[in-house]
Nanobody, 121 residues
Framework: QEQLVESGGGLVHDGGSLTLSCVAS????????MAWYRQVSGKQRQLVAS???????NYADFVKDRFTISRDNGKNTMYLQMNKLKPEDAAVYYC???????????????WGQGTQVTVSS
């Protein structure tokens, strides 16, 4: 079954840290770019950070110098280390993976089910 599974969300105090993980099932091959998004109820999903297969990362301004994205291609896993968390970081965090299918010459997008991050002030 092709799926992404996130874990690591939870409740932390203002200034605390959490590490999210996203594991892609073995059925998903040749993953290209991966990314973390977040969404607050009633608002649009927003990009938090992305990482290429080679490890080049980009961050949204609101998480720069606080969050670190990484991945282990051998384990089909991506991480998001979140430090100095703020109440405004509270959201459901989603994992995203892209696979370019050579047969159809199109990109397939995969999403996880989301993991809740809550930051108390």
């Amino acid at each position: 079954q092709e799926q992404l599974v996130e874990s690591g969300g939870g409740l932390v105090h203002d200034g605390g840290s959490l590490t999210l993980s996203c594991v892609a099932s073995a059925a998903i091959n040749d993953i290209g770019d991966m990314a973390w998004y977040r969404q607050v109820s009633g608002k649009q999903r927003q990009l938090v950070a992305s990482i290429t297969r080679g490890g080049s990362a980009n961050y949204a301004d609101f998480v720069k110098d606080r969050f670190t994205i990484s991945r282990d291609n051998g384990k089909n896993t991506m991480y998001l280390q979140m430090n100095k968390l703020k109440p405004e970081d509270a959201a459901v965090y989603y994992c995203n993976a892209r696979v370019f299918d050579l047969e159809s010459m199109s990109t397939k997008y995969y999403w996880g089910q989301g993991t809740q991050v809550t930051v108390s002030s």
